[in-house]
């Protein structure tokens, strides 16, 4: 093995849209050490999630699989092929120590923790959804942010009710960065691989006390919504979704069991949502920067490749909705993709060439110089961290899907199946069985307000995007290099 191999700092929060980086156009949000991040490295601006829902988002991005190929399509499978290796576990076995703090989602969640497949992680700190607690949410053994609080004298029921929020010391942000630390600071001497895994932004929006009054809620910019946004969201009522839509200043903000009254301080409306909601990425930007700096007095900044994303998006009050389901609006399916390698990266670069996640595993085996399995379905992005190629035209479209991954939330409880095929200019959603779909031209309607669906002067546009979203579905779905494990083999 190569001597001076990279060391692997991969952040993923999760449920953190596109637009909430200052240095990438939000001047309304205070992320400093990612605008450095941004500063010194290449930042996709538009990276899209293969499924806008947690386990089969993850699942996807950590094989290179698209969610379909995989057959991980929503958060309760309870089962991950044991044939297919997740990257940590590829650095594991060419000498990587590897390290995951936080939440992972391989598996159906029960309790609070999952069953662990074989993900090569040697250092272990595991904890999925810190508002999961007594009573009505029993702690299981493993999960290891509760077992932390009781170690400081403290229990994860008691600050939950807290009316205000919870203090900093106690934060499941701070627990990350704690540990993280402690994993590094364990392997300033060998290649490492580690995984930063941040519950939030995802609700509870419950940011730390002292972060909390940094954003005024009536200051917060509007979201995108317009009074049609209502009866276009009626229109697809019958597609499941977490949220119904509302107007932005009553939203469908549902408190979680046991939490206060005071819940964004009694508020439902799109400006406190977006304050906490800022406010917990403020704070974990400060972990990011601990982390950053841990790097520097090592003297490991030059030899540490840093990504940063998420895992799929939040709608924040976008069209009426918040949180996430089977829509592919850019709020939802959108999110940031920063990589920083100090001296090694053309620094400076926004690429807006469209990329996906499942492209982050095979540019990582890349840089590391490892071989990338041919089973998997992203491809590198390493010409353009090099400055080596057009970041602008890096693929031909981006695609998403959601194969009946969340119950719906209306009477007729009908499953939903979509799929999104986004090209650089128009964006294609079709919902599977219901005849319903989407048409967007996103050059002159960024904001995905104008349905062109029904537009007979779009028809030809349609069909053949919809002969493309059908090619790619099927070539993904059972894709023409797939690896035996897809054909009945035993073995990889």
């Not at 000498?95 to 497949?117: A, D, P, W």
């Not at 700190?125 to 170690?151: C, E, I, M, N, T």
């Not at 029921?157 to 600071?185: K, Q």
């Not at 599977?432 to 048409?439: A, R």
Request: proline letters at 8%.
């Amino acid at each position: 093995m190569p001597e001076k191999r990279p060391n692997i700092l991969w952040i993923c929060t999760d449920q953190q849209r596109f637009d909430t980086i200052g240095a990438l156009g939000n001047p309304h949000i205070d992320t400093p050490n990612l605008d450095d991040l941004v500063g010194q490295g290449v930042a996709f601006t538009r990276a899209y999630c293969q499924n806008p829902i947690c386990q089969p988002s993850r699942a996807s991005f950590l094989t290179s699989l698209y969610p379909s190929t995989l057959h991980i399509n929503g958060n309760g499978v309870d089962r991950f092929p044991k044939e297919v290796p997740v990257v940590s576990k590829l650095f594991r076995q060419a000498g990587y120590e590897c390290g995951l703090v936080g939440k992972l989602h391989l598996n159906k969640v029960g309790q609070g923790v999952e069953k662990r497949t074989d993900d090569g992680y040697s250092y272990w700190k595991y904890s999925h959804a810190p508002h999961w607690h007594p009573p009505f949410y029993p702690v299981a053994q493993g999960h290891d942010y509760a077992d932390w609080l009781r170690s400081k004298g403290t229990e994860l029921g008691d600050l939950l009710a807290e009316p205000d929020g919870f203090p900093l010391e106690y934060h499941h942000n701070t627990w990350c960065g704690e540990n993280m630390s402690d994993f590094i600071d364990q392997n300033c001497d060998r290649p490492w691989f580690a995984s930063m895994n941040f519950f939030y932004p995802h609700p509870p929006f419950n940011p730390a006390l002292e972060y909390i009054d940094r954003y005024n809620p009536d200051a917060m910019p509007p979201p995108l919504y317009r009074p049609t946004d209502l009866s276009q969201q009626e229109a697809l009522n019958s597609i499941p979704f977490q949220s119904n839509a509302k107007s932005p200043r009553q939203l469908d903000i549902r408190r979680r069991k046991g939490q206060s009254e005071n819940y964004l301080g009694g508020r439902r409306d799109a400006g406190a949502l977006k304050a906490y909601y800022y406010a917990l990425i403020t704070q974990i930007d400060d972990q990011i920067g601990r982390i950053l700096n841990l790097l520097e007095s090592t003297g490991q900044s030059n030899r540490t490749i840093v990504i940063f994303t998420s895992d799929h998006g939040e709608m924040l009050g976008d069209h009426g909705l918040i949180y996430k389901g089977c829509r592919f609006y850019e709020g939802a399916v959108r999110v940031p993709l920063v990589w920083s390698w100090p001296g090694h990266f053309k620094p400076g670069i926004k690429a807006s060439g469209l990329v996906e996640l499942i492209d982050i595993a095979p540019t990582l085996l890349d840089l590391a110089g490892l071989p990338v399995p041919a089973h998997m379905q992203g491809r590198s992005l390493s010409p353009v961290l090099f400055g080596k190629t057009d970041p602008h035209r890096i693929r031909e479209f981006a695609r998403c899907e959601s194969y009946d991954a969340e119950a719906s939330n209306n009477s007729e409880g009908k499953p939903g199946y979509g799929t999104m095929l986004r090209n650089e200019r128009y964006k294609l959603i079709v919902y599977h069985g219901y005849d319903l779909g989407e048409l967007y031209d996103l050059e002159v309607d960024p904001g995905e307000f104008n349905n062109l669906w029904d537009n007979p002067d779009y028809r030809e546009l349609k069909l053949d995007l919809m002969k493309k979203s059908f090619d790619a579905t099927v070539l993904a779905t059972d894709w023409g290099g797939a690896p035996n494990f897809l054909r009945g083999s035993k073995t990889l």
